[in-house]
């Protein structure tokens, strides 16, 4: 497994997540109201298993090679992961997915937290451009996007945990818009 870089914020410390993180994920992401707008590929009931086997099968394997996934957690409270942001490649259209503990929402550690990430795609991932996805209707993940100057596409047909969920908006951020939505 390879060693993600930490990233600080003025609020988060962002590092790479391990089994030790395991009950804490279990415990903030477990929420059909977090869970709802995600694919249709998450299981819903989630499995009581589900957590440490999609660490073990799908991030662990991968971590710094196609995929790379930082927990999310509070200086304030160092241990405890309350969200994570997961970036990979291919995109299946989209390169980046996140959740965040439904106490946390709307303070816009979200936003904070994908920033560094970011930065990282373009600067040491090489990526060119991120292509993002979220389901019609999620607001506060249409936020994150707009906040941090990506452009909405388009529309499409899709799957959610939410079976009344059926469309995502698709969003790209080019390496250089990135830069100059920075700068302004």
């Given at each position: 497994?390879?060693?993600?870089?930490?990233?600080?914020?003025?609020?988060?410390?962002?590092?790479?997540?391990?089994?030790?993180?395991?009950?804490?994920?279990?415990?903030?992401?477990?929420?059909?109201?977090?869970?709802?707008?995600?694919?249709?590929?998450?299981?819903?009931?989630?499995?009581?298993?589900?957590?440490?086997?999609?660490?073990?099968?799908?991030?662990?394997?991968?971590?710094?090679?196609?995929?790379?996934?930082?927990?999310?957690?509070?200086?304030?409270?160092?241990?405890?992961?309350?969200?994570?942001?997961?970036?990979?490649?291919?995109?299946?259209?989209?390169?980046?997915?996140?959740?965040?503990?439904?106490?946390?929402?709307?303070?816009?550690?979200?936003?904070?937290?994908?920033?560094?990430?970011?930065?990282?795609?373009?600067?040491?991932?090489?990526?060119?451009?991120?292509?993002?996805?979220?389901?019609?209707?999620?607001?506060?993940?249409?936020?994150?996007?707009e906040k941090t100057g990506a452009k909405l596409l388009r529309i499409q047909p899709a799957k959610h945990v939410d079976p009344a969920l059926t469309e995502?908006?698709?969003?790209?951020?080019?390496?250089?818009?990135?830069?100059?939505?920075?700068?302004?």
């Amino acid at each position: 497994m390879a060693t993600l870089p930490v990233f600080e914020t003025k609020r988060l410390i962002l590092r790479g997540v391990t089994e030790e993180h395991v009950a804490d994920w279990q415990k903030n992401f477990v929420d059909y109201e977090v869970v709802r707008n995600l694919s249709a590929l998450v299981p819903w009931p989630y499995p009581d298993d589900g957590v440490i086997s999609f660490l073990r099968n799908v991030i662990l394997p991968n971590q710094g090679k196609d995929r790379w996934v930082w927990g999310i957690f509070l200086k304030e409270n160092p241990q405890e992961l309350i969200g994570v942001v997961d970036l990979w490649r291919p995109g299946k259209p989209e390169n980046r997915g996140f959740w965040l503990a439904r106490k946390h929402w709307k303070k816009g550690i979200m936003t904070e937290a994908v920033e560094p990430v970011i930065d990282y795609a373009f600067n040491e991932l090489g990526f060119s451009e991120l292509i993002f996805s979220n389901a019609l209707g999620n607001i506060g993940s249409r936020r994150v996007k707009e906040k941090t100057g990506a452009k909405l596409l388009r529309i499409q047909p899709a799957k959610h945990v939410d079976p009344a969920l059926t469309e995502n908006e698709i969003w790209e951020l080019k390496k250089e818009d990135w830069f100059k939505f920075k700068k302004s």
